[in-house]
């Protein structure tokens, strides 16, 4: 069974920065891939960004590219999306995922945390 954490979330400025932690416990992290998400008030969640067990493939919806960066530390079960000039819209709860098949490239998670909230003011 894997459980996920997330930490770091808060309220920012336009413009600002934050840097989201997912900590992960369970056997093999090294094997799973891992993913954020997020889901603002009254819209369906969305992925944003995900990354393969190695850490070198990574994948941004066009939202965040540029902007957001998924980094994971396989030697620490760690997680994190460093986030940068952050824009109101990107005001959400942020999920961090996690999937057993480490073979695929899709937006298809098993496991997930409880979610970390950003506001982003304007």
């Known amino acids: 069974q894997v459980h996920l954490v997330e930490s770091g979330g808060g309220s920012v400025q336009a413009g600002g920065s934050l840097t989201l932690s997912c900590v992960s416990s369970g056997p093999n992290y090294e094997t799973l891939r891992m993913g954020w998400f997020r889901q603002a008030p009254g819209r369906a969640r969305e992925g944003v960004a995900r990354?393969?067990?190695?850490?070198?493939?990574?994948f941004y919806v066009n939202s965040v590219k540029g902007r957001f960066t998924i980094v994971r530390d396989n030697a620490k079960q760690t997680l994190y999306l460093q986030m940068n000039s952050l824009k109101p819209e990107d005001t959400a709860i942020y999920y961090c995922?996690?999937?057993?098949?480490?073979?695929?490239?899709?937006?298809?998670?098993?496991?997930w945390g409880q979610g970390t909230q950003v506001t982003v003011s304007s």
């Open positions: 990354v393969d067990t190695s850490g070198t493939s990574t």
């Open positions: 995922a996690a999937d057993p098949n480490g073979r695929v490239a899709t937006w298809h998670f098993t496991y």
